[in-house]
């Protein structure tokens, strides 16, 4: 199968799950598959056999988050260690009218991010290579995945959440994780919530796959 053919088969996926995307939404996300093929060739930031499963293991499992909560206009959500931009590009291109700040500790990853957001155009996307511990804006949700602990990543990203409510949904840290992870949410007790991505997603890919949202 050609590229291009590929890209059709999994904007059936995204327009399965997500109804109503604009005509610039789709191409956004048919063009993904393309961009990071390019992008991976020259910095490696999506390990090459995980390349063919791009849509469902990584643009379908940042959706995941969509699923959860529709951000009302203007939310400012931070991505902390987005990597090659899981779970904030596909994110950014699901909520044009939200703002996006993505940061990794690495600049070559940012270099990637900020290559496949200006080449979507996508205006609402920032990128920064930083540490979170040492960023000092502030954010009505952190978005991430695969990271660190959950308990690390909370110590790590929690000053940056902003007190002052926008949505639904409280502020706080939005996280996908799979496998278990019992453990890492005893200290947090009731107050962290866990939704299975089954609940969203048929793929055998999410029968492992949690989102967490700990309000702060
Ligand atoms: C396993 S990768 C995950 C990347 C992406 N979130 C994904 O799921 O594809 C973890 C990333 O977190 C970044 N990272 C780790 N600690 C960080 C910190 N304190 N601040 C910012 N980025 C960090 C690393 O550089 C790395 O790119």
């Known amino acids: 199968m050609t590229d291009a053919i590929v890209s059709n088969l999994y904007m059936t996926i995204i327009d399965h799950y997500f109804s109503g995307l604009s005509a610039t939404q789709q191409h956004q996300f048919a063009e993904l598959l393309q961009l990071y093929i390019d992008w991976n060739a020259k910095i490696n930031v999506i390990s090459r056999k995980d390349i063919d499963q791009l849509m469902v293991h990584h643009v379908l499992h940042s959706l995941g988050i969509a699923k959860f909560i529709r951000f009302s206009a203007s939310t400012q959500i931070l991505d902390v260690g987005t990597g090659g931009g899981f779970p904030g590009i596909p994110l950014a291109i699901m909520f044009p009218d939200v703002q996006f700040h993505l940061v990794d500790s690495i600049g070559k990853k940012i270099k990637v991010v900020q290559g496949v957001a200006d080449a979507l155009g996508l205006s609402n996307v920032t990128a920064e290579q930083a540490r979170v511990e040492q960023l000092t804006g502030k954010y009505d949700f952190v978005v991430s995945r695969a990271v660190t602990a959950f308990p690390d990543f909370v110590a790590l990203s929690r000053h940056v959440i902003n007190t002052v409510q926008h949505n639904a ?14 453990a890492e949410l005893k200290p947090f007790g009731r107050r962290a919530v866990v939704v299975s991505l089954t609940e969203y997603f048929t793929e055998p890919f999410f029968e492992t796959k949690k989102l967490i949202h700990l309000p702060l």
Request: charged letters at 20%; a negative charge; glycine letters at 22%.
């Open 169 to 182: 949904v409280p502020n706080g840290i939005l996280y996908l994780k799979g496998g278990d992870f019992d």
